[in-house]
C-alpha cells in the first residue's frame, strides 16, 4: 500500500478548463493484446446486421470498449501467478478456504458464500428473503435488481435523494437514498410490505455516485426501528470507500480498507459482482450475519450455482478473487482510478458532451437527453448515442436510459449514456481517442434520429432487442 509521491503527477497544463497533465498508471503492463480498426462503412454494416443493439457486436469488431467495467479487468501478475494455486476439488477445497478468509477479515460478515457474479447473489437472497406482493425500496434498483425482485411478484420501489435529479449539481454523494420518502413509506400503508432496503455502492444505476457513510447510518436506523434487513449490493465498494475518504468530512486520513469495513458493520448482509471491485474476470459472494439464513441460501446455492465451497467458480478463480480483494484498497490505485475519471469527465464536457457532475470512478455518464432534445425518451437518444460513437469510431459503451432502466411504460429519470472504465485496462492516450471520437460525434447531433424496439419485448430487454431506427422529426402519437 502507498500513496501517490509528488514526482507521479506531472505538472498541469491547460485547455479551457480541463486539466492535461498526466497521473501516472499506478502499474506497469506486462501483456498486450491488439487493437481492431475498423472503417466507418463497416461498422455501420455491423450496426445493421446486429439490429442496432451494441450487446451484439462482436468484440473483435469494437476499437475502444467502454461497454461495462464488470469482468473486464486486466489481472495483475500476483493474480495470475495465483491461478497455478488453484484446488479443483469438489468439495472443501483449500482455495475456497483462502476466499473465505480473505472475504471475512475484509467485511466482518461471518458467513460467505462464492457465486458466479452479483445476479446469482440477487436471486437467491431475494427468493430467501422476500415473498409475494412485498416491496424492496433502494437509492436505485440496477437493472438485474429490478428484474430478479419483479421476477418473485415483488415491487421494486427507487427513492433517490433530491440532488440526483440535477444532472450537474455538484453534491458529493447523489447516490444516497432518500430518507424521508423512506420515513413516509414505512410509515404509511405500505410499510408491512417492504422486505427489505437496498443500498447499491456506488450507485451505478444512479449515475456511479456514492454513498456517505452518513446516509447509510441513517438507513440502517430506520431499519433497525422497524425490523427491516438493510442490504448492501456492494459490487464497487472499494471505490464508493475511496470516495467517502475524498469528499466526507471526518473520513479524510482513514484507509479505504478501514471505510470499507465501517459500510459493512452498518447491513445485515451484502452481496457483491466481484468482477467489479473483485478485481477478476469472474466471480462473487453473499456475505451474511444470520446462521440460519446462510443455511438455507446455501440450499438454494447448491440446486443453482453449485456446492457451497465453490459456487459456480473454479478453484482457480477464488485464488485470483482473493488476491483481487486484497489489491483494490490500495489507495494509490483508488486515487489514479478517481482522478482519470474526473479527467474524462471534464475532457468530455470540454468536447462539447454534457456530463454528469461530480464523475465518480467506474464510469462517465453522457446526458444523452440533453445532447439530443430533438429525440424523446420513447425514442431512445441513448441509443442513437451510442450507435453513433460506435459508427463514428469504433467506441462502444452503453445505454442508460429509458430502454435500460424504464420500466411500466414509464421513461428514465435521464436518458443516460455510460461510458465505463475497464480496470486496468486503457492509458490516457485511449481515452484521448474516445474524446475525439465524441467531438466529432457531437458535431452531428443534430442530424441523429431515434429508434423504434421491434423485438422481443423481454424484462432485460436492453440485453436482446432488435432496434430499428426511424426517420428524422417523426411525431410520437
Not at 480541463?18 to 499506478?26: K, S
Not at 493474480?79 to 483462502?98: N, T
Request: hydrophobic share 40%; glycine share 8%.
Amino acid at each position: 500500500m502507498h500513496e501517490f509521491p509528488d514526482t507521479v503527477r506531472a505538472p498541469l497544463r491547460r485547455t479551457n478548463s480541463v486539466e492535461w497533465g498526466a497521473v501516472m498508471e499506478p502499474f506497469r503492463i506486462k501483456a498486450v493484446e491488439p487493437i481492431p480498426f475498423l472503417t466507418p462503412e463497416k461498422r455501420q454494416q455491423i450496426l445493421d446486421e446486429a439490429d442496432h443493439n451494441i450487446f451484439r457486436v462482436r468484440a473483435s469488431d469494437v476499437t475502444i470498449d467502454l461497454l461495462t467495467d464488470s469482468g473486464t479487468t486486466a489481472m495483475s501478475s500476483a493474480q495470475w501467478s495465483s491461478l497455478f494455486m488453484g484446488d479443483e476439488s469438489y468439495a472443501g477445497a483449500s482455495s475456497y478456504e483462502r476466499f473465505e478468509q480473505t472475504a471475512k477479515d475484509l467485511t466482518g460478515f461471518p458467513e460467505i458464500i462464492p457465486i458466479h457474479q452479483g445476479r446469482a447473489g440477487e436471486r437467491i437472497l431475494f427468493t430467501e428473503l422476500l415473498s409475494s406482493g412485498q416491496i424492496t425500496a433502494a437509492n436505485t434498483h440496477f437493472d438485474s435488481t429490478r428484474a430478479n425482485v419483479e421476477m418473485l411478484q415483488c415491487k421494486a420501489v427507487d427513492l433517490p435523494c433530491p440532488e440526483a435529479a440535477d444532472l450537474t449539481d455538484q453534491s458529493p454523494f447523489k447516490g444516497n437514498i432518500d430518507l424521508d420518502r423512506l420515513w413516509e413509506l414505512l410509515a404509511g400503508p405500505d410499510g408491512e410490505k417492504l422486505g427489505a432496503v437496498i443500498m447499491t455502492v456506488t450507485n451505478n444505476g444512479g449515475g456511479g455516485q456514492p454513498v456517505s457513510l452518513a446516509n447509510l447510518r441513517s438507513v440502517q436506523e430506520v431499519c433497525q426501528k422497524y425490523g427491516v434487513p438493510l442490504l448492501l449490493d456492494a459490487s464497487r465498494f472499494a471505490e464508493n470507500a475511496h470516495l467517502i475518504i475524498a469528499r466526507e468530512p471526518g473520513q479524510e486520513g482513514r484507509s479505504p480498507r478501514e471505510v470499507a469495513r465501517t459500510m459493512f458493520d452498518l447491513a445485515d448482509g451484502c452481496w457483491a459482482s466481484l468482477k467489479k471491485d473483485g478485481l477478476a474476470n469472474t466471480g462473487g459472494f453473499i456475505a451474511l450475519r444470520d446462521t440460519e439464513t446462510a443455511a438455507r441460501c446455501r440450499e438454494l446455492l447448491i440446486a443453482w450455482e453449485g456446492f457451497p465451497t465453490y459456487g459456480g467458480l473454479a478453484g482457480r478463480d477464488l485464488e485470483a478473487l482473493a488476491q483481487g480483494l486484497r489489491e483494490v484498497t490500495d489507495p494509490a490505485y483508488l486515487t489514479y482510478r478517481a482522478d482519470t475519471a474526473r479527467w474524462f469527465a471534464d475532457a468530455l464536457a470540454e468536447a462539447g458532451l454534457p456530463v454528469m457532475r461530480p464523475a465518480g470512478c467506474h464510469a462517465v455518464y453522457a446526458d444523452a437527453g440533453r445532447l439530443l432534445p430533438h429525440i424523446p425518451p420513447a425514442e431512445f437518444p441513448g441509443v442513437a448515442l451510442v450507435c453513433e460513437l460506435y459508427r463514428t469510431a469504433g467506441v462502444r459503451t452503453v445505454e442508460f436510459g429509458t430502454l435500460t432502466l424504464g420500466h411500466d411504460d414509464q421513461p428514465a429519470p435521464h436518458e443516460l449514456v455510460r461510458l465505463a472504465l475497464p480496470r486496468r485496462v486503457y492509458t490516457r492516450s485511449h481515452l484521448e481517442y474516445v474524446v475525439e471520437s465524441v467531438s466529432d460525434a457531437v458535431g452531428r447531433a443534430e442530424e441523429l434520429t431515434g429508434f423504434e424496439i421491434t423485438g422481443p419485448q423481454a424484462p432485460m430487454r436492453h440485453f436482446t432487442a432488435r432496434l430499428s431506427p426511424l426517420g428524422k422529426g417523426r411525431d410520437i402519437q
